[in-house]
């Protein structure tokens, strides 16, 4: 140990005037940031120019990023130039997940940034950043192959502000995988923040609609009347049924309860029995469907919250 | 007995009793309303009596809230008929539907082009074809809410049926999209759906298998599924094939698309008719400017003689058709090299040319790529000073020897003729079956031209013969595309001579950004580099379309991608491809 320490701090001669002192951040950026090596990857129109970026007249080699790699697996640099789809965009975590760390993503062109010209399209998702982490946005539509190695030269600064003491991806904890979305009724985050975010205005929205719903009539077949309760339970206190020809008019019982979803049978006519329990009989005086005749709910305010109409035949 | 002498009998009723229930006319010309159930028998008819073998553009028309049309006949299927042998004007028939069972024949068995067409029409309207042998969806996915071209289908992000929104006025309070839609990103649930108790299901992809001829020799192998894309280096963007293989020989392939599905349909029915063409220029991004041409002339169609462009615009037009033709046959042998193993430097070759044209373009119109340069009536602005000049040195000195240069390289050059002569064959018959149009139909040896069957714009001025070779492959549509640029050379050295002074609008189209069009329907199309480019619109008199639906060229022509690669090796389906030239924004729009 001694002899060791008697050495360090003085080079041999023959090296001395060969040794450059610099940071271990210097050299790791350096050497990183000049050979990037991007996915061939093209999602539309931006990948043209792109494509065009790495030949003779742009010829993006200068910056060591010429190498373009098909395969995730051995690129460096996602490059997401064109408008994301929600059916494109479950690919393309999926590829972010197989590239390997330290790994960085260009959004190129204003639809990747934000959707851009095609934002509103209900397949469009409004930029990628809602998926995946991006470093560097490069605006246009599309974006020249100039305005594309100004976003490279843009990335290789970034580089230089990163230390491999602290970049994430050499922590023990780190996974980096991204969650993958799924196909469903329509694109869904499987992050489990935006799974229960969904799931709250999903079910805030179905109570709201319930809540708005009242119980409705409709013809059932001979001679009944179908009530239906598509909204929360309802107290049917003080509800009528209404006809406009015989003007009968059934009064619920009071205390009557109908679930939400529930469905009951409402029978008239000569014949009418109830035939098994929750049914009613209206009267057992007249059929309803005489010409033109209107059977209305009328709910405790008075209100008619739901009307059928039988057809005028005429003779 | 006296009503009888009156009526003049319907078309084809002689023949098919009762098929044809009226004759109407349109801006457009005739066309023909025929009962559902009659139609396959009709279209036989058609095809093979009257000649008209190629169904070129199918589609539906979802008419809820128009003036004058009930649920009864809520949805329509238009279909346009065009004679190969003959050229001239489409024969257009409607199928009418009504709303609660959208269901007709389909028309497979006698165009087999249609299947792709009549499985977008499932997938966006809901329309059902009985009989087709896949009806499922094709740019959505399946469990996909709704069939979101119905007109009372609303995106996540709607805001008001047309534009301009109230809400972006200057004066007004713009509300951020995001911020009106409960879920706060471009999404939408249907009522009570709960996405932690939700399952994928599984789709299963059905492959039509051929059955082999079992002649694999003495070995016995397995059948094996490969799926490439939608991220692969030759499917040329984000299409996918799945291609199942017996040893290396392809038995089947299905291709699936809507990767690129970013709803120009949708967008083009909410904008007026001027903000949709930029995003024509999105459709087929590398041949911008004959988009804007084709949508340009499908609007004035519908806009009638006022809005005719001048005779300079007109030469301008052509000139920018023409120089598209170009670039956009560059890039396609450029990638098509690629595909056959020669990686980039064929490419860099053609990019060279390109990158000039592309400099023209910039000097009109501002951009690159997305000029949006074409007004109705007209062009945006006049060229230049300069530019007819450096342009005449491009046409006249350069390119042609480029072009010849080319031509040496890899006409004759001998591994591109052993990977490409005899691979994908398709007959005339089928590609005419298939709809296919452009090279890809010139490729099977019928000279097929829109600028000679059919010509618009000024192209009846000039002189230029129809590119086409007979030997069915990818050589011939590789060959194809060679000589067409010679021709639009050709083009363009005439029309660089005889282009006049004046004025590049009409008097009516200057200006005039908000155009209301009269109550009625067209169909414009033109020869755009990949085929047949046409816009089929349905003005309700608005300043919106109604109906703003476009017939891509390269979507389409991926009929013919199946029947062509089964039977050759699977390094081939991916030059099959190649040979078909796709462009993802125009496939998936």
Same mark, same amino acid.
């Given at each position: 140990?001694?002899?060791?320490?008697?050495?360090?701090?003085?080079?041999?001669?023959?090296?001395?005037?060969?040794?450059?002192?610099?940071?271990?951040?210097?050299?790791?950026?350096?050497?990183?940031?000049?050979?990037?090596?991007?996915?061939?990857?093209?999602?539309?129109?931006?990948?043209?120019?792109?494509?065009?970026?790495?030949?003779?007249?742009?010829?993006?080699?200068?910056?060591?990023?010429?190498?373009?790699?098909?395969?995730?697996?051995?690129?460096?640099?996602?490059?997401?130039?064109?408008?994301?789809?929600?059916?494109?965009?479950?690919?393309?975590?999926?590829?972010?997940?197989?590239?390997?760390?330290?790994?960085?993503?260009?959004?190129?062109?204003?639809?990747?940034?934000?959707?851009?010209?095609?934002?509103?399209?209900?397949?469009?998702?409004?930029?990628?950043?809602?998926?995946?982490?991006?470093?560097?946005?490069?605006?246009?539509?599309?974006?020249?192959?100039?305005?594309?190695?100004?976003?490279?030269?843009?990335?290789?600064?970034?580089?230089?502000?990163?230390?491999?003491?602290?970049?994430?991806?050499?922590?023990?904890?780190?996974?980096?995988?991204?969650?993958?979305?799924?196909?469903?009724?329509?694109?869904?985050?499987?992050?489990?923040?935006?799974?229960?975010?969904?799931?709250?205005?999903?079910?805030?929205?179905?109570?709201?609609?319930?809540? %708005?719903?009242?119980?409705?009539?409709?013809?059932?077949?001979?001679?009944?009347?179908?009530?239906?309760?598509?909204?929360?339970?309802?107290?049917?206190?003080?509800?009528?049924?209404?006809?406009?020809?015989?003007?009968?008019?059934?009064?619920?019982?009071?205390?009557?309860?109908?679930?939400?979803?529930?469905?009951?049978?409402?029978?008239?006519?000569?014949? %009418?029995?109830?035939?098994? %329990?929750?049914?009613?009989?209206?009267?057992?005086?007249?059929?309803?469907?005489?010409?033109?005749?209107?059977?209305?709910?009328?709910?405790?305010?008075?209100?008619?919250?739901?009307?059928?109409?039988?057809?005028?035949?005429? %003779? | 007995?006296?009503?009888?002498?009156?009526?003049?009998?319907?078309?084809?009723?002689?023949?098919?009793?009762? +098929?044809?229930?009226?004759?109407?006319?349109?801006?457009?010309?005739?066309?023909?309303?025929?009962? +559902?159930?009659?139609?396959?028998?009709?279209?036989?008819?058609?095809?093979?009596?009257?000649?008209?073998?190629?169904?070129? *553009?199918?589609?539906?028309?979802?008419?809820?809230?128009?003036?004058?049309?009930?649920?009864?006949?809520?949805?329509?299927?238009?279909?346009?008929?065009?004679?190969?042998?003959?050229?001239?004007?489409?024969?257009?028939?409607?199928?009418?539907?009504?709303?609660?069972?959208?269901?007709?024949?389909?028309?497979?068995?006698?165009?087999?082009?249609?299947?792709?067409?009549?499985?977008?029409?499932?997938?966006?309207?809901?329309?059902?074809?009985?009989?087709?042998?896949?009806?499922?969806?094709?740019?959505?996915?399946?469990?996909?809410?709704?069939?979101?071209?119905?007109?009372?289908?609303?995106?996540?992000?709607?805001? +008001?049926?047309?534009?301009?929104?109230?809400?972006?006025?200057?004066?007004?309070?713009?509300?951020?999209?995001?911020?009106?839609?409960?879920?706060?990103?471009?999404?939408? $649930?249907?009522?009570?759906?709960?996405?932690?108790?939700?399952?994928?299901?599984?789709?299963?992809?059905?492959?039509?298998?051929?059955?082999?001829?079992?002649?694999?020799?003495?070995?016995?192998?397995?059948?094996?599924?490969? *799926?490439?894309?939608?991220?692969?280096?030759?499917?040329?963007?984000?299409?996918?094939?799945?291609?199942?293989?017996?040893?290396?020989?392809?038995?089947?392939?299905?291709?699936?698309?809507?990767?690129?599905?970013?709803?120009?349909?949708?967008?083009?029915?909410?904008?007026?008719?001027?903000?949709?063409?930029?995003?024509?220029?999105?459709?087929?991004?590398?041949?911008?400017?004959?988009?804007?041409?084709? $949508? +340009?002339?499908?609007?004035?169609?519908?806009?009638?003689? &006022? $809005?005719?462009?001048?005779?300079?615009?007109?030469?301008?037009?052509?000139?920018?058709?023409?120089?598209?033709?170009?670039?956009?046959?560059?890039?396609?042998?450029?990638?098509?090299?690629?595909?056959?193993?020669?990686?980039?430097?064929?490419?860099?070759?053609?990019?060279?040319?390109?990158?000039?044209?592309?400099?023209?373009? &910039?000097?009109?119109?501002?951009?690159?790529?997305?000029? *949006?340069?074409?007004?109705?009536?007209?062009?945006?602005?006049?060229?230049?000073?300069?530019?007819?000049?450096?342009?005449? /040195?491009?046409?006249?000195?350069?390119?042609?020897?480029?072009?010849?240069?080319?031509?040496?390289?890899?006409?004759?050059?001998?591994?591109?003729?052993?990977?490409?002569?005899?691979?994908?064959?398709?007959?005339?018959?089928?590609?005419?079956?298939?709809?296919?149009?452009?090279?890809?139909?010139?490729?099977?040896?019928?000279?097929?031209?829109?600028?000679?069957?059919?010509?618009?714009?000024?192209?009846?001025?000039?002189?230029?013969?129809?590119?086409?070779?007979?030997?069915?492959?990818?050589?011939?549509?590789?060959?194809?595309?060679?000589?067409?640029?010679?021709?639009?050379?050709?083009?363009?050295?005439?029309?660089?001579?005889?282009?006049?002074?004046?004025?590049?609008?009409?008097?009516?189209?200057?200006?005039?950004?908000?155009?209301?069009?009269?109550?009625?329907?067209?169909?414009?199309?033109?020869?755009?580099?990949?085929?047949?480019?046409?816009?089929?619109?349905?003005?309700?008199?608005?300043? *919106?379309?109604?109906?703003?639906?476009?017939?891509?060229?390269?979507?389409?022509?991926?009929?013919?991608?199946?029947?062509?690669?089964?039977?050759?090796?699977?390094? /081939?389906?991916?030059?099959?491809?190649?040979?078909? /030239?796709?462009?993802?924004?125009?496939?998936?729009?």
């Amino acid at each position: 140990m001694a002899e060791n320490t008697s050495t360090t701090g003085v080079a041999p001669e023959e090296l001395s005037d060969n040794i450059l002192i610099t940071t271990v951040d210097s050299v790791y950026n350096l050497a990183r940031s000049f050979s990037l090596w991007p996915m061939t990857f093209g999602l539309a129109c931006c990948a043209i120019e792109f494509i065009v970026a790495g030949t003779a007249r742009y010829d993006m080699s200068r910056f060591g990023m010429e190498v373009a790699r098909p395969s995730p697996r051995q690129a460096d640099l996602l490059i997401i130039s064109g408008t994301v789809t929600k059916k494109m965009v479950v690919p393309i975590v999926r590829l972010y997940n197989q590239m390997a760390e330290p790994r960085y993503v260009i959004s190129m062109g204003a639809c990747a940034t934000g959707g851009g010209p095609f934002k509103e399209g209900y397949n469009v998702v409004s930029g990628i950043d809602k998926f995946l982490p991006v470093d560097v946005y490069v605006p246009g539509c599309p974006p020249t192959p100039e305005a594309l190695i100004h976003g490279f030269i843009t990335l290789h600064k970034k580089f230089k502000t990163q230390s491999v003491r602290t970049v994430p991806w050499y922590r023990k904890s780190y996974t980096g995988e991204t969650p993958i979305p799924a196909l469903g009724p329509d694109i869904i985050d499987t992050n489990p923040d935006a799974l229960k975010r969904v799931r709250d205005v999903n079910m805030t929205r179905l109570m709201a609609s319930r809540a %708005a719903a009242a119980p409705q009539i409709s013809l059932g077949d001979a001679d009944t009347i179908v009530l239906r309760n598509p909204g929360l339970t309802a107290d049917l206190t003080g509800w009528t049924l209404q006809s406009s020809a015989s003007e009968q008019t059934y009064h619920f019982p009071a205390g009557f309860v109908l679930m939400s979803d529930g469905e009951v049978r409402v029978h008239t006519g000569p014949g %009418a029995t109830s035939s098994s %329990a929750g049914d009613i009989v209206w009267t057992t005086e007249a059929a309803l469907g005489g010409d033109g005749e209107k059977i209305s709910l009328v709910n405790a305010e008075g209100a008619a919250v739901s009307v059928i109409e039988y057809e005028a035949t005429t %003779a | 007995m006296s009503e009888e002498t009156v009526v003049t009998p319907l078309p084809y009723s002689d023949v098919l009793p009762g +098929a044809v229930l009226a004759e109407e006319t349109d801006l457009d010309g005739t066309s023909l309303v025929v009962a +559902a159930d009659k139609l396959p028998e009709l279209a036989r008819h058609l095809r093979d009596v009257e000649g008209l073998d190629l169904l070129s *553009n199918l589609t539906a028309v979802d008419y809820f809230g128009y003036k004058g049309r009930t649920a009864e006949d809520r949805f329509e299927v238009v279909y346009h008929l065009f004679s190969t042998e003959k050229g001239g004007g489409p024969t257009v028939l409607r199928v009418r539907l009504p709303e609660n069972n959208p269901v007709l024949p389909t028309l497979v068995d006698v165009y087999r082009g249609a299947d792709l067409q009549e499985r977008e029409a499932y997938d966006l309207f809901g329309i059902r074809f009985l009989g087709h042998p896949a009806l499922r969806r094709i740019l959505l996915w399946e469990g996909f809410h709704g069939h979101p071209m119905r007109k009372d289908w609303q995106e996540p992000y709607y805001e +008001a049926e047309s534009k301009p929104f109230k809400s972006r006025h200057p004066d007004g309070n713009y509300a951020w999209a995001e911020d009106r839609n409960p879920w706060g990103s471009n999404v939408q $649930y249907p009522d009570g759906f709960d996405p932690l108790t939700w399952q994928e299901p599984v789709s299963q992809i059905p492959l039509q298998s051929h059955a082999g001829n079992g002649a694999s020799g003495m070995l016995k192998t397995d059948r094996l599924i490969v *799926n490439m894309g939608p991220q692969h280096p030759s499917t040329h963007g984000v299409f996918r094939m799945i291609v199942e293989l017996e040893g290396e020989t392809i038995m089947a392939l299905e291709p699936e698309m809507g990767y690129l599905h970013r709803n120009h349909e949708k967008i083009g029915e909410r904008n007026t008719y001027l903000m949709n063409m930029p995003y024509t220029d999105r459709l087929d991004y590398i041949s911008s400017m004959s988009n804007n041409l084709a $949508y +340009a002339i499908a609007v004035e169609k519908l806009l009638g003689e &006022e $809005y005719a462009p001048t005779e300079r615009a007109e030469y301008i037009r052509v000139i920018m058709a023409e120089l598209t033709r170009i670039v956009n046959h560059l890039f396609s042998v450029g990638t098509f090299l690629n595909d056959l193993g020669a990686f980039f430097t064929p490419l860099l070759y053609a990019v060279r040319e390109r990158e000039l044209i592309l400099d023209m373009f &910039e000097a009109v119109s501002g951009s690159r790529m997305m000029c *949006n340069y074409l007004r109705f009536g007209g062009v945006a602005r006049d060229l230049p000073d300069g530019w007819l000049e450096q342009c005449k /040195d491009l046409v006249f000195k350069r390119l042609p020897g480029k072009i010849e240069e080319l031509t040496t390289y890899l006409t004759g050059n001998e591994i591109l003729q052993e990977r490409c002569i005899g691979v994908g064959y398709l007959s005339p018959q089928d590609a005419i079956n298939l709809s296919c149009t452009g090279p890809q139909l010139r490729g099977s040896g019928v000279a097929y031209d829109i600028r000679r069957a059919e010509p618009y714009s000024i192209y009846d001025r000039f002189e230029f013969d129809i590119a086409a070779f007979n030997g069915c492959d990818v050589y011939s549509r590789f060959l194809v595309r060679m000589e067409e640029m010679r021709q639009s050379v050709r083009i363009l050295e005439q029309a660089l001579k005889q282009i006049p002074e004046g004025p590049i609008q009409s008097p009516k189209g200057q200006g005039s950004y908000v155009v209301r069009p009269p109550v009625g329907t067209v169909y414009g199309r033109i020869e755009s580099p990949k085929g047949e480019l046409g816009f089929y619109l349905v003005s309700d008199g608005s300043g *919106n379309p109604f109906r703003y639906r476009v017939r891509p060229p390269s979507y389409i022509n991926l009929n013919a991608l199946g029947p062509m690669s089964i039977g050759n090796k699977v390094a /081939d389906c991916v030059i099959i491809l190649g040979g078909i /030239d796709i462009v993802l924004g125009e496939v998936d729009r």
